[in-house]
């Protein structure tokens, strides 16, 4: 009988994932340096392969790799805001509509589950676990839409945008907006209504998330503007 072929991934390849995932997370943050050695002793690997998938995800637009500086993770822009989050909000769009076709009652039930957990977040200001939750929602309509290139489109848009959809904090009306949001959502997935879950997810990622997005970055460019206009501290005199 013929053999399948064995598929051999190279080292950095294997290491690509879970840096992306770091930076999903918010361990990894827009603007700070990446840490090579910190990282080599975490997977126990030389930097060499290290280097080649931090290049991957310069390709991919989550880093920015400096000439003598080494990888920063990527700020969003108010451009990647124009160019990308309409493409998200028709990933989502469409993923809303394919998940009320398929999705089982245990699905629905599941939807629900997690929403009720990510409200349990909610009222407790416990926004870490909350933004996991929630990243954890929106990933399910995805899988329950059964569309396997749909979803990989998904991820990819994703880690673009990562700080600004799972990792950035909120305002306050921002969060009880993308909380009423959400409600909406499921109550429409529990009734089947396609036309309107779809409406209501693109209008979330062009809304609420873009705002929080756009917040994000007028917040980033004032701190960064602070800190250039403070003076150095005085060095101090020796005794």
């Known amino acids: 009988m013929p053999s399948s072929p064995i598929i051999r991934h190279s080292l950095h390849e294997s290491l690509v994932a879970p840096l992306r995932e770091m930076i999903l997370q918010g361990e990894l943050r827009p603007g700070e340096k990446v840490p090579e050695e910190q990282l080599c002793e975490r997977f126990g690997v030389s930097r060499t392969p290290i280097r080649e998938a931090l290049k991957v995800l310069a390709a991919e637009g989550v880093l920015q790799i400096l000439p003598h500086r080494g990888a920063i993770v990527a700020r969003i822009t108010e451009e990647q805001i124009e160019e990308l989050f309409p493409i998200m909000a028709s990933l ?9 076709a398929r999705a089982s009652d245990d699905d629905i039930a599941r939807m629900r589950a997690l929403h009720e957990q990510m ?121």
């Open 92 to 100: 989502e769009r469409l993923a809303g509509r394919l998940a009320c």
């Open 119 to 239: 409200m349990v977040h909610f009222e407790r200001d416990e926004e870490a676990e909350y933004l996991r939750h929630n990243r954890l929602i929106h990933e399910a309509f995805f899988e329950i839409a059964g569309n396997a290139t749909l979803s990989a489109y998904y991820q990819q848009i994703l880690t673009r945008i990562h700080a600004c959809r799972f990792v950035v904090r909120k305002n306050r009306e921002h969060w009880e907006t993308a909380v009423d949001e959400h409600k909406a959502m499921i109550e429409a997935l529990e009734a089947r209504d396609a036309p309107r879950l779809a409406d209501l997810m693109e209008r979330h990622v062009m809304g609420t998330t873009a705002g929080i997005a756009r917040a994000f970055i007028a917040r980033s460019m004032a701190n960064a503007a602070a800190e250039a206009a403070s003076p150095p501290l005085p060095a101090i005199q020796p005794a």
